[in-house]
């Protein structure tokens, strides 16, 4: 049954919901050729205050539903899943698996100058401790500063983007952050990338911040070409979704921000739990 | 396979997460003789913002683990499932089924003076009319005037009661209800009594609070009685929690706030999709 991937399949692409939009959105500026098949767990979503047990669970289902949809490679576009599924989904699944950790703490090594470092997340995201494995990884000398901020998915999906409730409670988060000194940080969660100016506003001109999502979208065009996975075609590629539950408001504010031309959406329910 | 359900069987609660311990807490209060056996769906909470399909999917399955765990009755403590569930979970199961819906409509009605009554919720129990129509099953001259809130669960879940941003969420939503001139305010979902203190504070002390959890306990002593199914125990009732996923975190916070002993908790799987 295992096939190796030809390189005219589509780029799998998985989020709890509808956050990793901000990757597929990279990953239409940075490889417009490529077709992506996009599915978003809305039933199940969020992920960010589940267990790893489930995470898991959660990853390998919808990872299945991709593969079975024709995926070439699967992109883990949530940083939740990045940090609790990935790992599970490398020994499953015989295509490549990208999450957006790996990517993110590389980024903020390159940027930092003062090695002291922040990440922001959901509370799984954080509690996982990934972010600061990956970044430690690359740069022992680092020094990392986390927050969970649990709120403001909540906030983002009511579409209190430019909001004063959103500032206080970004303000909260990032104050402890930014008393440590913190020269680089990471938006540990797909998405943060919509709040970039409130942050950047309340962090301050001296501290740079890393979009996981634009650099998950640059280590995929690197995989895809390292193994001759990339499209040959010169056409532009469509952007099919497919969430488990439906999420039609969310989904147009966000297409709407991001600037992302959908070519179809549809829906389908979560997967059976496998036998095991 | 369906017998009658015996009357010194536990009293089976429902919510999709923790809130609905609020309902364990008054039915603890009004019925100390009971045992109840509660489930949590934790790992796929919210159902707030879920469509009716799949809340309807997700009320038979919990219902079922329910039964199976030998439930007299099943109390459905998420406004949310009693919106979209309750009708088809009637039709479903053969023991009495008793939501949060129909009692509060009921408190509403025998509250108001001036027929002008506010409803807050989740967006799926706000969009699906519920209250709506069961209050005006009961008054057809009422006026309704209802808000989605959508933020207040994840600040409660937050741990944010006495605070100023869930103050000001409080108000956005409220403001609104409040110029209308409403006399009774329901609180539409489980988590609300909560923020009783904070709601009353920014409603003021010309609108009465229906708290959906007292009314919804006191529409299940009313029909325990009436079906015979009451507890003929003297002694105190135990409360078993089953969570989908591992919550302790807010499971601790609420069983606090509540002062609600638990006996025992427990950690079982989401339910596989029935074949249909």
Chains 1, 2 share one sequence.
Request: charged share 20%; proline share 7%.
């Amino acid at each position: 049954m295992p096939t190796s991937p030809s390189n005219d399949q589509a780029i799998g692409v998985f989020d709890s919901g509808i956050g990793g939009l901000t990757v597929a959105a990279s990953l239409r500026r940075l490889l417009p050729h490529e077709n992506i098949l996009y599915i978003g767990d809305t039933a199940r979503v969020p992920y960010g205050g589940k267990s790893r047990e489930t995470v898991e669970r959660y990853s390998i289902e919808i990872g299945n539903l991709l593969l079975a949809g024709g995926a070439k490679m699967i992109v883990v576009a949530c940083n939740t899943a990045s940090a609790l599924g990935v790992p599970r989904m490398k020994e499953v699944f015989e295509v490549p698996v990208v999450g957006v950790v790996v990517p993110g703490a590389k980024a903020a090594v390159d940027s930092t100058k003062n090695k002291t470092i922040g990440v922001i997340g959901t509370r799984a995201t954080i509690a996982s401790g990934a972010y600061e494995k990956a970044i430690l990884a690359l740069e022992p000398g680092a020094t990392i500063h986390s927050a969970p901020c649990p709120l403001l998915v909540p906030l983002i999906e009511e579409g209190l983007i430019e909001d004063s409730v959103t500032d206080q409670m970004l303000r909260r988060y990032l104050d402890p952050l930014l008393s440590q000194g913190i020269d680089t940080l990471v938006l540990g969660c797909t998405h943060y990338p919509l709040l970039k100016n409130a942050i950047a506003r309340i962090a301050g001109p001296t501290v740079s911040l890393v979009d996981s999502a634009e650099n998950c979208a640059l280590s995929v065009g690197h995989l895809l070409r390292e193994s001759h996975l990339a499209t040959p075609k010169k056409d532009n590629g469509q952007l099919e979704v497919t969430l488990t539950d439906s999420a039609e408001g969310f989904l147009r504010t966000a297409a709407r921000a991001l600037k992302l031309p959908i070519t179809k959406v549809s829906l389908q329910n979560s997967p059976e739990r496998p036998k095991n």
